[in-house]
């Protein structure tokens, strides 16, 4: 699979670079890790120093870029436990470039295992990569990054810090199987889940599959939100174009690691940072990969707070237009039928890419100094059945889109719904409400065998949006009732202020904004109330007179939160609302910061 290995620039081994058309050049630019290591003064001798004391010889350092390696690597994180094996390799073609590679590790925000989720801590990771970069002599750097929200909070921060910055995807896991079935983590987990909790298989094949499903390094093998995100950034510019696709497993993304290394010098050479390229058109082609892919609901999130870091405006209207006119088309858990080793070996984003070109912007660059159009020139699709061209789509238009945009009453700065992998007959739907108050209600409750409910109920979860959670956890995906699962139903109108698994699937609202925690609409539902959602007319709204619902207004009280110190009070106090990204209010924008004063 091409990644432009063979297009990337000459490595820069000193101060001798060509003359740019404006008359700048690499020899008149002073790189930042300078004002560490050149000065004669006392400060700059401590530096040359310290450095010496790791046992890295002046000769290493000393006049070549300081590449940083912002390696979100960690033991808790099966997604990325192999990114410390990348970091290696992204040493060995910096190296190789002439630079001086330096690793420095971040935050996971591995899925799974971090609680209450990792959306509390994506904020918290862009931070850190903004501030590792600035306050180290860095010139340019390489990040490490995949499962989730490593991608969106590594590139905020490296977006905020605006130095050169090339990101290295960690790759999707190898496909799974159980007896027979192709298997994707999460979606079957759901699935299968649910088939437990309805009795048709039994708790030895639960055990059986524990094992089976993810059966290598690397992200979900589904279009989840990590190769969802990944997937977008790679259509931004951000990584090798088509890099996403390669499976973590694969030597290829072993090679890929090392490209990284050695296109960041070039990079810094050239001063190629995400100011220098990154615009509106990078954002739109980014949406477009978003759609076609039938990606994860999360992204609409993650992009709007990129966006903003960038100085790019980009809105909830923006997402839903494109997806009004690009149909899903990457035959992909949990919209389609494939896994991503499947859509690798099909083409890859490359070649989905080029049978969207007439609707991409070919003309955005990219960290291989070169256009998207130029990126993407002759790649092949092997497979049609999995990427396929937009007269021929996985989820035609008419049948569902990667993002449908609602607003009404119970969500007047929206909701989001990702029509392509839910139901039809319930995205025109009218039927009384079920409230839950939080997760632990919704658990206690969900399969109580007397619990008034049928197909037609609209199950609804508050109080479980940014603040609220806080951390906007993905709890949009609601379990449907023992009780309705034993009868066959496998799909319910759900509506929460949360967000929902990537990997997940189901007519599930989310995003309801403004939350309930804050006095959002949904607060004020009552159980039994009448919800209706009509998805055409993007339309959800709660059939309560305007009288009642100011009642209910006047006698809402805001939960009492439990944090009153740590990352999560600070969290609660700053964070947006979805619609806007859930950046922090001091983090948002273009602001310039100071760089730090050496003294």
């Known amino acids: 699979m091409q990644i432009g290995l063979a297009e990337t620039r000459p490595a820069v081994k000193n101060e001798e670079a060509k003359v740019s058309d404006d008359g700048d050049s690499s020899a008149n630019r002073p790189r930042r890790s300078q004002r560490w290591y050149d000065s004669q003064d006392m400060r700059g001798f401590a530096h040359r120093q310290r450095t010496q004391q790791m046992g890295v010889r002046r000769e290493e350092f000393l006049g070549r870029p300081v590449i940083g390696i912002i390696n979100t690597w960690s033991e808790m994180s099966p997604c990325h436990i192999h990114l410390r094996d990348r970091a290696q390799a992204v040493k060995r073609g910096v190296l190789l470039a002439g630079g001086y590679p330096v690793e420095l590790p971040a935050m996971s925000v591995g899925e799974v295992m971090v609680k209450p989720t990792t959306m509390l801590y994506r904020n918290f990771l862009a931070m850190e990569t903004e501030e590792l970069l600035r306050s180290h002599p860095i010139d340019g750097a390489v990040l490490l990054g995949g499962c989730d929200k490593s991608t969106p909070g590594l590139l905020m921060g490296a977006i905020s810090m605006d130095l050169p910055v090339i990101y290295c995807p960690a790759g999707p896991m190898s496909n799974g199987q159980w007896r027979g079935t192709k298997t994707g983590a999460g979606t079957h987990t759901k699935k299968y889940w649910d088939e437990l909790r309805a009795g048709n298989i039994t708790a030895d094949d639960w055990i059986d599959l524990e094992s089976r499903m993810t059966r290598s390094i690397g992200t979900c093998n589904t279009m989840g939100t990590a190769s969802t995100m990944t997937s977008i950034v790679d259509a931004m510019g951000l990584t090798f174009t088509g890099a996403s696709s390669i499976p973590a497993a694969d030597s290829g993304h072993v090679r890929m690691a090392s490209a990284c290394g050695a296109r960041i010098v070039a990079m810094v050479a050239e001063d190629l940072k995400p100011s220098t390229f990154l615009t509106r058109a990078s954002f739109l082609n980014g949406v477009v990969a978003y759609m076609a892919l039938g990606g994860s609901t999360n992204a609409a999130i993650h992009l709007i707070a990129m966006a903003?870091?960038?100085?790019?405006?980009?809105?909830?209207?923006?997402?839903?237009?494109?997806?009004?006119?690009?149909?899903?088309?990457?035959?992909?858990?949990?919209?389609?039928?494939?896994?991503?080793?499947?859509?690798?070996?099909?083409?890859?984003?490359?070649?989905?890419?080029?049978?969207?070109?007439?609707?991409?912007?070919?003309?955005?660059?990219?960290?291989?100094?070169?256009?998207?159009?130029?990126?993407?020139?002759?790649?092949?699709?092997?497979?049609?059945?999995?990427?396929?061209?937009?007269?021929?789509?996985?989820?035609?238009?008419?049948?569902?889109?990667?993002?449908?945009?609602?607003?009404?009453?119970?969500?007047?700065?929206?909701?989001?719904?990702?029509?392509?992998?839910?139901?039809?007959?319930?995205?025109?739907?009218?039927?009384?409400?079920?409230?839950?108050?939080?997760?632990?209600?919704?658990?206690?409750?969900?399969?109580?065998?007397?619990?008034?409910?049928?197909?037609?109920?609209?199950?609804?979860?508050r109080n479980a949006g940014p603040v609220g959670a806080p951390g906007m956890p993905e709890w949009g995906n609601l379990p449907i009732p023992k009780k309705l699962l034993a009868k066959g139903v496998r799909d319910m109108v759900r509506i929460s202020d949360a967000r929902m698994s990537g990997t997940h699937y189901g007519a599930c609202i989310v995003h309801a904004a403004p939350e309930a925690a804050i006095g959002g609409p949904l607060a004020l539902v009552k159980t039994g109330d009448m919800i209706r959602l009509n998805v055409a007319a993007g339309t959800l709204d709660m059939l309560v007179d305007e009288a009642e619902l100011a009642q209910r207004r006047a006698a809402w009280r805001a939960p009492v939160t439990p944090y009153q110190r740590s990352y999560a009070a600070l969290y609660q106090a700053h964070v947006g609302q979805a619609p806007q990204g859930c950046d922090f209010d001091f983090l948002a924008g273009r602001a310039p910061v100071p760089e730090p004063p050496i003294f």
């Open 308 to 461: 903003g870091r960038a100085g790019v405006s980009l809105t909830l209207d923006d997402l839903a237009a494109a997806a009004a006119r690009i149909p899903v088309c990457a035959n992909l858990f949990p919209s389609g039928e494939y896994l991503m080793e499947d859509f690798f070996f099909a083409g890859g984003l490359r070649a989905l890419l080029a049978k969207l070109s007439g609707d991409l912007d070919l003309s955005a660059r990219t960290v291989e100094g070169r256009t998207l159009g130029e990126a993407i020139a002759g790649a092949e699709c092997f497979d049609d059945d999995v990427i396929r061209a937009a007269d021929n789509p996985v989820v035609p238009l008419s049948r569902g889109v990667t993002l449908a945009l609602l607003r009404g009453n119970l969500c007047p700065d929206g909701a989001i719904i990702k029509t392509s992998a839910a139901e039809p007959r319930l995205l025109d739907h009218t039927g009384p409400a079920l409230v839950f108050d939080g997760h632990a209600e919704l658990s206690a409750r969900i399969d109580d065998p007397d619990l008034e409910i049928t197909e037609d109920t609209v199950l609804i979860l």
